[in-house]
Antibody, heavy 125, light 106 residues
Framework: EVQLVESGGGLVQPGGSLRLSCAAS????????MNWVRQAPGKGLEWVSY????????YYADSVKGRFTVSRDNAKNSLYLQMNSLRDEDTAVYYC??????????????????WGQGTMVTVSS | AIQMTQSPSSLSASVGDRVTITCRAS??????LGWYQQKPGKAPKLLIYAASSLQSGVPSRFSGSGSGTDFTLTISSLQPEDFATYYCLQDYSYPRTFGQGTKVEI
């Protein structure tokens, strides 16, 4: 079964750090780019970060740039998000999502086709 | 960053109704847009990619259309299990941006 399972969430004080993990199974992890997406309580979805299959290309949302670091270990089929200098507004459920590149009419499109169940991060004193 | 404006923010409909949700981009996206369904307490699910291509396993009552700046998700005959929030997501450029969501209440 194709699956993504996040872990590492919890309660942390403002200014603290946390490392999230996303374990992949059922597919060739090293062939896929990955994303982190978050959702604050009662709010909409917010894209956080992207990492290519080889880690050669990485992007961040402005809201986390300089504080969060995305990485992956293809040998361990795992994706990570190191979160430093956490703020109250980082409180959210964090999802990892696989990117499948689909081609239509000679154009490539990114589809977030597999998602994990999410892990809750609460930043509070 | 590209801004995605989704409307309406919520709607109430009955089983069997035709429902239309729109997403407008602040700049042209070609057809680099997807639609996602999220049920309470669950992860989002891909419905449509490339603006109009139906993801495998998704019922054919869901369809997408549009290109450039204006996109539409249509549910042709609403079913009870379609109660959910729907989001558009542009995959034209980084940072990726979602619409603010449309909550569909039955």
């Amino acid at each position: 079964e194709v699956q993504l399972v996040e872990s590492g969430g919890g309660l942390v004080q403002p200014g603290g750090s946390l490392r999230l993990s996303c374990a992949a199974s059922g597919f060739t992890f090293s062939s896929y780019s990955m994303n982190w997406v978050r959702q604050a309580p009662g709010k909409g979805l917010e894209w956080v970060s992207y990492i290519s299959s080889s880690s050669g290309t990485i992007y961040y949302a402005d809201s986390v740039k300089g504080r969060f670091t995305v990485s992956r270990d293809n040998a361990k089929n795992s994706l990570y998000l190191q979160m430093n200098s956490l703020r109250d507004e980082d409180t959210a459920v964090y999802y990892c999502a696989r990117v499948s590149v689909v081609t239509t009419k000679d154009m490539n499109h990114d589809a977030f086709d597999i998602w994990g169940q999410g892990t809750m991060v609460t930043v509070s004193s | 960053a590209i801004q995605m404006t989704q409307s309406p923010s919520s709607l109430s409909a009955s089983v069997g109704d035709r429902v239309t949700i729109t997403c407008r981009a602040s700049q042209g996206l070609r057809n680099d847009l997807g639609w996602y369904q999220q049920k309470p307490g669950k992860a989002p699910k891909l419905l449509i990619y490339a603006a109009s291509s139906l993801q495998s396993g998704v019922p054919s009552r869901f369809s997408g259309s549009g290109s450039g700046t204006d996109f539409t998700l249509t549910i042709s005959s609403l079913q009870p299990e379609d109660f959910a929030t729907y989001y558009c997501l542009q995959d034209y450029s980084y940072p990726r941006t979602f619409g603010q969501g449309t909550k569909v209440e039955i």
